[in-house]
């Protein structure tokens, strides 16, 4: 008889079930949890700032749906994070779980969730990244970035009523994230080639295809247009069946994200995860031999940072970061191969107008 599941496979492709885009789809989610028979215990995984913009609100609604609600306040993304959750969890009787607000607190609810085998809702207050409807979860492990196998979230409530009415930085932050897309899937065709790495043809289209309507959409990409939230979060929720149907996080993460993790390890202050994949981009596709001017342009014209200054990050870490970004998953094959040098690393900061 087999005991356990192996979600691993590489036939195994998890997605969500419930996917509710728009302007105050959050009002739903009673409804959503009587479609998925979800019922009894929740646990509401949030951040202090979110908690006041969606959490409180989600447990209302849970409560007038019948459910009673608990909530727990995330803090980091680590392994040690994680376990709070777990025991909040198990100490609460949960039945579910929900990740209401950052990035961290999506992560954090999902991987949690996926130990204790119960099913989880993905509920985001910004399009900042796109682990919204992914079935991975990037966690600290030792100090270490890693991208864990998570389950995806039963259903996405995205509602653009609170996604728009976020600082703009953090949808620009977004579109950061999904234009990284196109140095991932070069990466990834890299490692196929040199490493003989598994590549999916059909998950590296999908991830492309996200970043050329980014691209083809920069200039009307705008604050507080509901429209412009609601193209954004359908890409991040395609990157994230991307993430998916590829099982592993390689269409939408390499050698720009590798950049961003190690800025998150260097830098006094690091900026936005989507930000600091944007920035990466820029250099990788100067690296890659590709039109890095182009990826530059249509971040500027969205009004993501471009350079180390407007990261709000000193010219150093950038070098520094650039140094040490292949050692960030060595298993994981990219354009840094076996790092740049010094001189090199400079070059590539300075010629992409990074550092001046
Ligand atoms: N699993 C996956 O596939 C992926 C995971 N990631 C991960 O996600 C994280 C990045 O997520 P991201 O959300 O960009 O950043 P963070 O998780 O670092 O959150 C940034 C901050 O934004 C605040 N915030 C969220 N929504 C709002 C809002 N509407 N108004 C004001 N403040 C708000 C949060 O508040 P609060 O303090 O309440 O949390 C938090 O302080 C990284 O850890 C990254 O590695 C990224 C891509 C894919
Ligand atoms: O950020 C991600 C994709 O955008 C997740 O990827 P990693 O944690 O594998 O870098
Ligand atoms: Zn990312």
Known sequence: MKLTINKNSAKWMQLPRDVLVG???????????????????????TGSTTKNIAGKRVSNLLESAGCSAETVLTCKATTEDVEKVVEKALEVKANFLLGVGSGRSIDLAKLASTRLELPFISVPTAASHDGIASSRASIVDNGRSTSAEAQAPIAVIADTEIISAAPFRFLAAGCG?????????????LASRLRNEYFGAYAAALSRMAARVIIECADSIKPEHETSARLVVKALVSNGVAMSIAGSSRPASGSEHMFSHALDKIAPKPALHGEQCGVGTIMMMYLHGGNWQEIREALKKIGAPVTAEELGIEDKYIIEALLHAHSIRPERYTILGSGLNPSAAEKVARITKVIN
């Open 177 to 189: 994230d999904i234009i990284s897309n196109y140095t991932a899937v070069l990466d990834w065709e």
């Open 23 to 45: 302007h105050g789809v959050l009002e739903e989610i009673g409804d959503v949890c009587r479609d998925l028979k979800m019922k009894g215990n929740a646990l509401i995984v």
